[in-house]
Structure formats: structure tokens, C-alpha cells
């Protein structure tokens, strides 16, 4: 397992370029420490596969360098980093059975035969395929054998990394879920460094104990799934994550307070610089109000999605979600919003800002 350090990295498919567009990755700076679960997560095109490829050594980065353990490994090749892969769709050797195709890994470095045995039977039963470890691999489904490439990539115990690209792609719902449930478990019994790329959030934050969060070739937070709920750092985290994602609400910003619509409100702390700025507000943070208290809103429709309700209310011509928990009753004559205060960040230009006296 090794620490993996990317340092002044960014990475341009364009043989000159000039503009901050013209980089598919944008200059990065960060640690992936030792032994820990990691999701990159981000919407199609936004650089996941760029970076892994640079990390797995598939792409040499036109900036910067890429360490295992302090060592410089940037121009080295995938087969000198030690690391195992699993791509999103498998990558198996059809001529041979599903057991062959699991210890390939091991034989391939000399491994004794009775220890190959036990790990093919080990990770056999992890990817619930130990009644066909007899079978050619040929003529099995693409779930199949993709479960096979997942089991070769985490059947062996002393990689560097091990590296996931949207893994769990062709495979079935059910499965996912069991296949994650493993994969974690893996995670917890070996404490390999994983980085899992993702641009679905439950997979991102149901797998990771940190997720990197990508937009538009940068990376534009690193947190725990919860730090990423209660503090999105950009308002692309707050609008990628959660269902429905985070509100923004145009505001005057004076202190401690903001004007929307007209109202103002309490932001609970004081802010540096004034001027116009976004407040951010998950719905679950949102609250209908019947005094004459709070923004103007017009509650549209109720939908029902089984543990709680999600309200649609206009808000100055915007359309807001809020989130009532299950059993709450809608009040009657609800006209007006409010925001429980220690759910409210403020933003300025899409990045947040901390309140005075406060850290990030
Ligand atoms: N070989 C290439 N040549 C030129 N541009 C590329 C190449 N590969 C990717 N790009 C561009 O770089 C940007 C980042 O792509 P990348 O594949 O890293 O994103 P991604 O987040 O992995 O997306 P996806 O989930 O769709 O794979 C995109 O604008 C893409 O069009």
C-alpha cells in the first residue's frame, strides 16, 4: 500500500496550450493517504478518467509529478507502479475458466500454489461465483465477467493501489449493492489505498471514507460524505449531491444579514464584504413557515417519495425544493420560508466563504 502524492499536476491533450480551458485537468495539488477508500466523483467529461489514467500511468500528465511513497513514478509504466485496475467493462481471458482467470495475478508472480488456492476460493465466494470457478469464462453474461475482472483486480494482497473505473457499469442493481458491501469489506480486512471513480453520488458516498469531488477539470472538494452535505465548498457539490441538491438563492449580504427577495434574513454569523452573493440551503434545512416571518413562497406541489416528502415552492419567480421529514404535517396556509440557520453557507462567485472568525 503506498501513499500516492500528485504534485503540481495538470494534464492538457492539446500540444500547446494556453488558456486554463485549454487543461482536461487543472493544476492539483493533493496526498491520497495510505490505506484509504477514496470516490472521485463528477459528471461526465469533468476529468475523472484523466486523472486515474495518470495515476495508473496510462497517461504521461503534460504538468507536474506523480509519487508513490515519495517516489517519482510519473514516467514509469503501469507495469512498474504495482497497482491493479478494474475497468468498467471486463477484461477477461475467455479461453480460460473462471479460476484461471483469478489467479492469473498470482501465477503470473510465482505464488505457491496451495496460497493461490486459497485466495481464487476466497474471492470466488466474495463475487458469488464459487459454484462456476470450473467454468470457461467464454459464454458467461457481462455481469459475469466483469465480476471476475473486479475479483482479479482484489485478489491480490500486496498492491500499492487499487484503482476502479466505473466498475460496477453492466452490472445488475442488486448485485451492486453486494458487490460495494464487498468491496468495502475488502477495504476494512486489507486497508489498500482505493480510488473508485464514479459520477453516480450513492456509489461515491456509500463506498469512500472521502470523496473528490471533480467540476470542469479541477477538483473542488475533498471531504467526508458528511462534510460534503453540511459544507459543500462550491456550489457544484451542493447542487451534485443530495436529491434534490442544494438551493441558491441570490442575496445582499451586509454582516450578518442577507437580503432575498426583499426579506431579510439572519445568517446566524457575520461575513466579511458586502454585496450581492449566494446563500445556499439544502432542503432539508428549509422550513414552511405561517407567520409573517420568513421569504415569500408559493408551495406548488407535494410529491410523496416514501420516507419523506419533497415540496416544490416558487421562490421570486425560482423554483425551490424543501424537504419535510416523514410524518411532518404541511402546514395550512403556509406562505412563507425559513432556514434552519446552522444550514445556511454563503457563497461568493461559487466558492464558499467561511464566516468571520470562523475556519473552513
Ligand atoms: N484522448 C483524448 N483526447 C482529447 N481530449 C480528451 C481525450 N480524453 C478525454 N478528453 C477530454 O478531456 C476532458 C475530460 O475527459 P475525461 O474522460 O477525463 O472525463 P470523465 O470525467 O472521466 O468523463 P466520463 O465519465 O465521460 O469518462 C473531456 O473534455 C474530454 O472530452
Not at 490505506?35 to 495515476?55: F, H, M, P, Q, R
Not at 432542503?283 to 416528502?309: C, M, Q, W, Y
Request: proline share 4%.
Amino acid at each position: 500500500m503506498a501513499k500516492i502524492t500528485l504534485d503540481n499536476l495538470a494534464h492538457s491533450y492539446m500540444a500547446n496550450p494556453k488558456a486554463d480551458d485549454d487543461f482536461a485537468l487543472k493544476e492539483l495539488n493533493h496526498d491520497w493517504a495510505d490505506g484509504e477508500a477514496y470516490a472521485l466523483l463528477g459528471s461526465s467529461g469533468c476529468g475523472k478518467s484523466t486523472l486515474l489514467n495518470i495515476i495508473s500511468g496510462l497517461l504521461i500528465p503534460s504538468q507536474g509529478r506523480v509519487l508513490f511513497d515519495g517516489r517519482d513514478v510519473t514516467h514509469a509504466p503501469t507495469a512498474d507502479r504495482n497497482i491493479a485496475q478494474v475497468f468498467q467493462f471486463p477484461v477477461v481471458y475467455d479461453t480460460m475458466t473462471v479460476r484461471e482467470n483469478l489467479a492469473f495475478p498470482l501465477k503470473n508472480r510465482g505464488m505457491d500454489a496451495a496460497e493461490i488456492a486459497r485466495r481464487v476460493q476466497r474471492v470466488g465466494k466474495m463475487i458469488d461465483m464459487e459454484a462456476q470457478l470450473n467454468h470457461k469464462a467464454r459464454g458467461l453474461t457481462a455481469d459475469a465477467k466483469q465480476k471476475i475482472s473486479l475479483g482479479r483486480g482484489m485478489v491480490r494482497e500486496d498492491v500499492n493501489a487499487l484503482l476502479f473505473d466505473e466498475p460496477l457499469t453492466v452490472i445488475d442493481p442488486h448485485m451492486k449493492w453486494e458487490l460495494r458491501t464487498q468491496l468495502k469489506k475488502l477495504h476494512h480486512d486489507f486497508g489498500h489505498t482505493m480510488i473508485y471513480v464514479t459520477h453516480d453520488q450513492t456509489e461515491a458516498l456509500t463506498f469512500a471514507d472521502k470523496v473528490v469531488v471533480m467540476y470542469d477539470g479541477r477538483v473542488v472538494q475533498i471531504g467526508t460524505p458528511q462534510e460534503l452535505f453540511e459544507r459543500p465548498a462550491h456550489t457544484f457539490v451542493g447542487y451534485f449531491i443530495g436529491s434534490p441538491g442544494m438551493n441558491l438563492f441570490d442575496a445582499e449580504v451586509d454582516g450578518r444579514t442577507a437580503r432575498i427577495a426583499g426579506t431579510p434574513v439572519d445568517l446566524g454569523d457575520a461575513y466579511a464584504g458586502t454585496g450581492t452573493m449566494q446563500i445556499g440551503v439544502r432542503p432539508e434545512f428549509i422550513r414552511l413557515s405561517t407567520t409573517d416571518e420568513g421569504i415569500p413562497a408559493r408551495l406548488r406541489r407535494v410529491e410523496d417519495v416514501g420516507r419523506h416528502k419533497i415540496l416544490r415552492l416558487e421562490v421570486n419567480g425560482h423554483e425551490i425544493n424543501a424537504i419535510s421529514g416523514e410524518g411532518d404535517v404541511i402546514p395550512e396556509g403556509a406562505n412563507r420560508i425559513t432556514f434552519a440557520p446552522e444550514g445556511v453557507n454563503v457563497y461568493a462567485n461559487d466558492w464558499r466563504i467561511s464566516p468571520q472568525g470562523k475556519a473552513a
